[in-house]
């Protein structure tokens, strides 16, 4: 939650500008941010199933009534 869905970069500004240079590349850097973005997927899942069975119990307590 929170993250960009897209994101494109160009670090040639930078270089120009500040004389800085990336030291990884693209195929590194995706290496790294996808076991972030999976583990909040996954928190993200749990959530949502953990409302979906309270709701579920709720609605089964209101029929058994």
Do not use: Q
């Amino acid at each position: 939650m929170g993250d960009v869905e897209t994101l494109y970069a160009d670090p040639s500004l930078a270089l120009r500008e500040l004389n800085w240079k990336a030291e990884r590349g693209l195929e590194e850097m995706c290496k790294y941010s996808m076991p972030s973005s999976l583990h909040t997927l996954s928190a993200t899942f749990t959530v949502v199933e953990s409302r979906v069975l309270g709701i579920l119990n709720l609605f089964h307590s209101l029929i058994n009534k």
